[in-house]
């Protein structure tokens, strides 16, 4: 693992270059947006995002007194220096998703357009992610390859033609995108599975499997 020193922190470089692509990701929102909304849904839109970014972060941190109760119990400062890792990571994105989609109906945001915020943004922050763990991180990983590939293909479509991302096709991409995880976690030697048969990203991918073939096949949002 790649750890970069900053003060009396020690971080690993996977979460910087993560942080780093969500910042890009921020970024083709905002563009995206400005093509295509209106300047107060544009202002309402990204106003969501932060706060959904930001308790998703207070769940990733928070996410370490369920995950490792004793360190936290021995050292309560523990909390500024460490998060939850990849199955505190899976809980804070399920709970950002969460709190984007059930915000979003309350500030009157219209729902497929709630649902194409959420998608284009999260698509381009894993497609920058991988990319930039393919230039900096020392691993010989094809997931990078193929999931790098894979989502900046999609974005780069979606964000010219957002007339064609309706429901249908947002959670056909999405269960697309779960099954090439899965399959490159199976059987491309990354797999951590544990006492619970999958890891916490493989039952992450199932979970987002069942949910987008629910809502495929309801009524079509407006």
Same mark, same amino acid.
């Given at each position: 693992? #790649? /750890? ?27 563009? +995206?947006?400005?093509?295509? #909304? ?8 990204? %106003?969501?995002?932060?706060? $959904? ?13 369920? &995950?490792?109760? $004793? ?36 500030? @009157?945001?219209? @729902? ?10 999260? *698509?381009? /922050? ?5 990319? *930039?763990?393919?230039? *900096?991180? @020392? ?5 990078? %390859? ?17 007339? &064609? ?26 797999? $951590?599975? @544990? ?7 493989? +039952? ?7 949910? $987008?073939?629910?809502?495929? %096949? ?5």
């Amino acid at each position: 693992m #790649q /750890v970069i020193q900053i003060g009396s922190f020690a971080i690993l470089l996977k979460w910087l270059l993560l942080g780093a692509a969500v910042i890009v990701g921020l970024s083709i929102m905002w563009l +995206w947006l400005r093509r295509t #909304q209106e300047r107060e849904l544009h202002k309402k839109i990204m %106003d969501l995002l932060y706060n $959904s970014l930001f308790s998703g972060f207070l769940i990733w941190k928070v996410s370490l007194i369920f &995950l490792e109760p $004793s360190l936290v119990i021995k050292s309560p400062f523990s909390l500024l220096y460490f998060t939850g890792g990849r199955t505190g990571l899976a809980l804070a994105i399920i709970g950002s998703i969460i709190f984007f989609l059930i915000q979003g109906k309350k500030t @009157n945001i219209p @729902n497929l357009l709630n649902l194409q915020s959420g998608f284009i943004f999260s *698509f381009s /922050v894993v497609s920058v992610y991988h990319i *930039f763990a393919l230039l *900096f991180l @020392n691993e010989n990983n094809i997931n990078h %390859d193929v999931l790098g590939l894979l989502t900046a293909l999609i974005v780069m479509i979606f964000f010219f033609k957002t007339h &064609l991302l309706t429901q249908q096709r947002i959670f056909s991409f999405v269960i697309l995108f779960s099954f090439v995880s899965l399959f490159l976690s199976f059987f491309g030697g990354n797999s $951590s599975a @544990n006492s619970y048969l999958f890891s916490a990203e493989e +039952w992450f991918y199932i979970c987002g499997i069942i949910v $987008s073939v629910i809502m495929w %096949d309801k009524k079509s949002i407006s």
